[in-house]
């Protein structure tokens, strides 16, 4: 079947790109309309409330140029990501498939699952696969649980999965549960908590021992995940028996939008 059939959706969301657009335009006409109160305060020489206005002016242009710069960037990125193609999309997640040391035996979870593509790729794998994605669905994308049913039923594996809404930080699964993990650039959209390697034990959590995970997530922002070493300790006192690191920001061809946007992204692997 051609994927390209099937509605995995674009990461960048069109509000985000729609809300900025009607900001920039919002703050130009305020500017504008200021204007002429801080000219006509140059031509009268009122020069006791005339920083105030240059002030005002100033912030307003910058807010306005930075609500640009917001619409430029994420309709760059939107493009990189078209729906239409997703090639880019598509590469990125299959790198979290291609370093799954998984033989497709048994059941899978994929964390944060969107519209699905992970959980309807590992239920792919052979006839014995089963999979679980769950993901928190939230308002800033157009996805939900009826869109992921509907890509399985296309790629034909409705009966050998299932999605259900719940939190990557408080998994309703029992220890040691799933063969197989994996996560796509999800923990960190997940704001309410600070320490990202929570995430990484949650999940290793609910895998069983010699299950097989593989989690990409932007790993090398120290924003968001601090001290690399650090994570990467945090990740290992789990018990796994077996992990691997790669930078795979540097294994695709990417627009320079997709670069900035992802060049902290990496993938932890292995065996538990």
């Known amino acids: 079947m051609n994927e390209t059939k099937i509605n995995y959706g674009n990461w960048v969301p069109k509000k985000m790109i729609v809300i900025a657009f009607v900001m920039a335009i919002t703050f130009t006409i305020i500017s504008i309309l200021i204007y002429p109160f801080t000219f006509n305060i140059i031509l009268t020489n009122n020069i006791d409330i005339f920083p105030l206005f240059l002030a005002l002016n100033i912030i307003l242009w910058v807010i306005d140029f930075f609500c640009i710069f917001i619409t430029v960037f994420f309709t760059s990125l939107y493009r990189a990501f078209d729906a239409n193609n997703e090639k880019l999309q598509n590469d990125i997640r299959n790198i979290v498939l291609e370093n799954l040391?998984?033989?497709?035996?048994?059941?899978?979870?994929?964390?944060?699952?969107?519209?699905?593509?992970?959980?309807?790729?590992?239920?792919?794998?052979?006839?014995?696969?089963?999979?679980?994605?769950?993901?928190?669905?939230?308002?800033?994308?157009?996805?939900?649980?009826?869109?992921?049913?509907?890509?399985?039923?296309?790629?034909?594996?409705?009966?050998?999965?299932?999605?259900?809404?719940?939190?990557?930080?408080?998994?309703?699964?029992?220890?040691?549960?799933?063969?197989?993990?994996?996560?796509?650039?999800?923990?960190?959209?997940?704001?309410?908590?600070?320490?990202?390697?929570?995430?990484?034990?949650?999940?290793?959590?609910?895998?069983?021992?010699?299950?097989?995970f593989s989690i990409q997530d932007k790993v090398k922002s120290k924003i968001l995940y601090g001290n690399f070493n650090k994570l990467e300790k945090k990740i290992e006192e789990t018990g796994v028996a077996e992990m691997h690191y790669k930078d795979t920001n540097l294994a695709l061809e990417m627009p320079r939008s997709a670069r900035m946007e992802l060049k902290t992204m990496g993938i932890f692997y292995g065996i538990k």
């Open 101 to 212: 040391q998984w033989n497709g035996e048994g059941k899978a979870l994929d964390i944060g699952t969107g519209s699905g593509y992970l959980a309807i790729k590992l239920a792919k794998f052979n006839n014995n696969s089963e999979a679980i994605g769950i993901d928190y669905w939230g308002s800033s994308w157009s996805y939900s649980v009826k869109l992921c049913e509907q890509n399985a039923e296309k790629e034909g594996v409705k009966e050998r999965t299932r999605f259900q809404r719940a939190d990557a930080a408080n998994l309703p699964f029992e220890d040691e549960t799933f063969d197989a993990i994996v996560s796509n650039l999800v923990f960190h959209n997940i704001a309410k908590i600070r320490d990202k390697s929570k995430f990484f034990k949650e999940a290793l959590r609910v895998l069983k021992k010699g299950g097989a």
